[in-house]
């Protein structure tokens, strides 16, 4: 039975070599390429889809890029142009969901699925996913040059309610709060990133991190910084707010920080 939509997930690694920025491809043999990543699979989540395909095409020490990626929250979605082609892809149409992460200049990727063809990962120049000798399909170029390229430079990708992110996008909140975990901790000052309206997707705008407020609590933070600039009242409307989606004692156990940005794009 051929479903009415499949899903996708695929990651776009991101390196700099020699002054030149790449981009990690598939090479199925002469000018055939395609993106690292494929398909859901019945129940799984985009992330979940994306760990399994790397441990599956790339092996399991490729998984360590997944540490830091930054979410593109546009998908790019297609029709099949004949009942033959959607036939053999399972689906009317197809939803193709991107990360992009970034990695070292000396990262060694190697293809690693049994397959009955040939398939190599390839490092091409970031500019040729516009190049119609690369990327065949017209409207996945046009994808790429307008959601990819110019979020190249992000390093991660950060999801805030609507009400918040209109306030970033106007300019009115300037300080983003979060616990100051594993994953933030790999956050530096410059760091350009991704922020998504997390209710009105796909809308989204590029930040830049101009400082990192670290402190035991939120009443400790709030002593050194405005809690106006992190969109709230009062500190007490601040956990009314976070503890709906996170335990207090969770809270308690954690750094916080905040992160001090501007809107660049």
Known sequence: MIKDKSFSAYIIPVRVKDGETQVAMLNYGSNNYGPIGGRLDDGEDLKNALQRELTEELGQQSVKMLDMITEIPVAYSFKHSSPERAEKRGAWSEEHHYFITKATENIDLEFCEKRNEKISV????????????????????????????????????????????????????????????????RITIGDKFLLFDAEKTPEYIICEVLNMHIASDFESLFEKIDIKRAGFKTVQELIDIITKFIPYEKLTQEQVVGIEIKRIR
Request: glycine content about 2%.
């Open 122 to 185: 390839v490092w091409i120049n970031a500019a040729d996913l516009t190049n119609s000798d690369i990327i065949h399909i017209e409207d996945m170029r046009e994808f790429f040059a307008e959601h990819i390229l110019p979020n190249i430079d992000c390093k991660f990708s950060m999801s805030v309610q609507h009400k918040y992110f209109e306030l970033i996008k106007s300019g009115q909140k300037d300080i983003e709060l979060r616990a100051y975990d594993e994953k933030r901790k």
